[in-house]
């Protein structure tokens, strides 16, 4: 039974309500510093419900240097450094007592425009996932996206092969040939779903306060209308960030952030290229030696001596070693990102731009 | 024990007050984020089958001259509660206290909730006992907040501070004034698009809700904009046919609203509408080829390729990747970024 269980994979995620706000907090809070937290929950028929979190410790920063860039690499590590372990640990065990369900179930990360996928998010995952109750995932919240009109929440996983992948640690040109992996495949992206608590869907209902029974009196001038102070946003107005029209900024970000993914990219195929050439260099050496050593042989073979051992241009020379392709791979799943990223906007944007002009110049309306 | 909507509550006999160290009881104003009303109500959910209310610390932060709370989050504190007696896991609250403090070092003790909208003597004590000296919020008084989760009535918030009260000082610790004090609930930008998607499940039956993708939300977005005019033009259609009332200055705002369509030449229009529709889709296709590089620098990196000659894999057996490459130049245009990356790849 326990088997059976543990194989049927994670289909889908489950995210109470109370989550969604709590990350939202979090990472609204300690923008543009990226969010780090811990996630509870439990894990029913391949569904994992995520019923409860808690934030890790945020990173001092008079305690460090205050540099911007090294404080950003401690919260982003933050997930899997050691006295994070211990903190989850205390707050699991003091969760337990107050009937949270006390299981870890993985762990949440802040992001702006989508740029999450680097080498701190595989290693956070990876540390969560290769625990033996590997049921985790990792949750990003998009701050920048959600601030501009939907929320922008998202569950991920590592794909097995490149668990098994990251496991051995060798990322050579031979091991992707030979397993096939893709960069489509490192994270898995898993269905999400917000639920709430009845008590939740209850109090919902009745947030927006009921109409008074009798209409509200007229304003009496436009002016007491303008600077009413009442009308304060009732909770749960709609919200119509959605209709904004502003393209610019965004589009400006993503071209920066694209530039940064092809930068990164040249930068590795850069490696790549001066590891082939020493690998080249190398090898024009070891068959110089080679033939040499064949022709040495050949005299000796013919003076009636011994001949030397053929191999041992194996101690004389080391051949470079290749550089991992890790980054590579993670740089196009980035890019893969940042594209699909921006054809969702341009879906969005191309319409509320015709509506925009149909609406301005309505003779001419298609 | 006292009705549900008393807020004194006094052990006899009364006695005449001696009490020095008075924390101030200024009327203060209560704000409280969602995100605790929620952690509460789940909170409340979670309650052992025989408790008939849950207690627990609310955090926040406070403006300097304590006037002004807000209540940002709170914890659950396991307790006991007998008709005789009440106990709280004091260790469990300090404790968790100090791990909170350690993720968010600017949220401070401000008071304590119960998921019951009664008030009785051991909410004086446990109300004395966060309001104390020491590790409690004096010299600012600790709130109070209600939430009633009581099946089939309205979930009702309320909030209150304490006074002490005149009593004799042995019974000073369990009792208090417990003065009402206003309370709204707020959020912010950043947790708008959160709460809207949260409200969203608010009429399904299985209470769940898929995060909805960019274009739904602006569908959503719209048809909410279409339902609010409709019922505007309703009011006006209403007007001129003499049946609802008319208001000279609603009129005036509508009009300022109507009148707010800028006065711009149609071509400007046109061609600025054509500039930046320019501009996204230039930006989407730009981004598409860089993908599309990428994917194709990738596999070429990876892919064994046998092209012309059979034995190019067996060649690569021994020279590590040289020859693969040598097949990937006579397939590609080697034009973009990418493609050139990849050209000089195979220079070697």
Request: charged share 20%.
């Amino acid at each position: 039974m326990a088997d059976a269980l543990r194989d049927t994979p994670l289909r889908a995620v489950q995210v109470e309500a109370l989550v969604v706000m709590k990350v939202i907090k979090h990472s609204s809070q300690s923008f543009p510093t990226a969010a780090t937290g811990s996630l509870v929950g439990m894990d029913v028929n391949g569904s994992l419900q995520i019923t409860n979190s808690f934030p890790f410790p945020a990173v001092d920063p008079s305690t460090q240097d205050g540099h911007q860039e090294s404080l950003h690499t401690l919260a982003a590590a933050a997930p899997r450094a050691k006295s994070n372990a211990a903190y989850q640990n205390e707050m699991i065990k003091f969760l337990r007592e107050v009937n949270v369900d006390a299981q870890n179930v993985g762990w949440y990360t802040s992001t702006s425009m989508g740029n999450f996928i680097n080498t701190n998010t595989i290693e956070n995952q990876f540390f969560y996932q290769k625990e033996p109750n590997e049921r985790t995932v990792a949750l990003v919240h998009d701050v920048s996206r959600s601030s501009a009109g939907s929320l922008n929440l998202k569950a991920f996983r590592l794909s097995p092969a490149f668990m098994a992948a990251f496991k051995e640690g060798k990322f050579t040109t031979e091991t992707l040939q030979k397993s096939g992996l893709r960069y489509q495949d490192i994270l898995v992206e898993l269905p999400l779903t917000i639920h709430n608590s009845h008590l939740l869907t209850s109090l919902l209902h009745q947030l927006p306060s009921e109409p008074s029974a009798e209409p509200p009196s007229f304003p009496p001038t436009l002016a007491a209308l303008t600077s009413d102070p009442t009308p304060t946003p009732a909770p749960l107005c709609p919200n119509f960030d959605a209709l904004e029209l502003s393209i610019d900024p965004f589009l400006e970000k993503t071209c920066d952030l694209l530039l940064e993914s092809i930068e990164a990219h040249h930068t590795e195929l850069n490696n790549h290229q001066y590891y082939q050439r020493s690998l080249a260099r190398e090898q024009t050496k070891i068959n110089a030696w080679q033939a040499k050593r064949k022709q040495d042989n050949a005299a000796r073979v013919a003076a009636k001596q011994t001949p030397l051992p053929e191999d041992e241009w194996q101690r004389l020379f080391k051949l470079p070693a290749e550089p991992s392709r890790l980054e590579t791979l993670l740089n196009s799943r980035q890019v893969e990102q940042y594209a699909r990223q921006v054809d969702g906007f341009t879906a969005g944007v191309t319409g509320k731009m015709f509506a925009v002009r149909s609406n301005l110049l309505p003779g001419e309306a298609p | 024990m006292a009705s549900a909507d008393s807020f004194l509550h006094l052990a006899r006999p009364l006695g005449p007050a001696q009490i020095t160290t008075q924390p101030s009881t200024a009327p203060l104003s209560v704000t409280v984020q969602p995100q605790a009303l929620f952690s509460i109500l789940d909170h409340s959910l979670r309650r052992n089958a025989d408790q008939e209310r849950v207690i627990g610390t609310l955090l926040g932060i406070r403006s300097e001259d304590g006037t002004e709370v807000e209540i940002r989050n709170c914890y659950a504190v396991p307790h006991t509660e007998t008709a005789e007696q009440v106990e709280v896991d004091m260790d469990y609250q300090k404790e968790m206290l100090r791990l909170h403090h350690r993720a968010n070092p600017k949220e401070v003790l401000v008071g304590w909730y119960a998921t019951s909208s009664e008030l009785n003597t051991f909410s004086a004590l446990i109300q004395n006992f966060y309001g104390q000296q020491g590790d409690g919020t004096f010299p600012h008084p600790a709130v109070h907040l209600t939430v009633s989760t009581a099946p089939g009535q309205d979930i009702e918030a309320r909030t209150y501070i304490s006074a002490p009260i005149g009593t004799t000082p042995e019974r000073a610790a369990d009792s208090c004034l417990f003065i009402p004090v206003p309370h709204e609930i707020k959020y912010g930008e950043a947790e708008k698009s959160g709460l809207e998607m949260i409200a969203g499940a608010k009429d399904r039956e299985d209470r769940t809700q898929p995060i909805l993708t960019d274009i739904e939300s602006l569908e959503r977005a719209i048809e909410q904009v279409l339902e609010m005019l409709e019922r505007v033009s309703n009011y006006v259609n209403n007007v001129l046919d003499e049946e609802a009332q008319p208001s000279s200055a609603l009129g005036q705002f509508l009009m300022n609203a109507l009148s707010l369509a800028p006065k711009v030449d149609p071509a400007n229009i046109e061609r600025d509408f054509n500039n930046h529709i320019q501009d996204v889709l230039a930006v989407s296709y730009l981004a598409n080829t860089i993908r599309t590089q990428i994917d194709l620098s990738n596999r070429l990196a990876t892919a064994a390729l046998t092209m012309g000659t059979g034995d190019a894999l067996g060649e690569s057996a021994k020279g590590g990747e040289q020859p693969q490459r040598g097949g990937g130049d006579s397939r590609r245009g080697g034009r973009g970024r990418g493609g050139r990356g990849d050209n000089r790849q195979r220079e070697e």
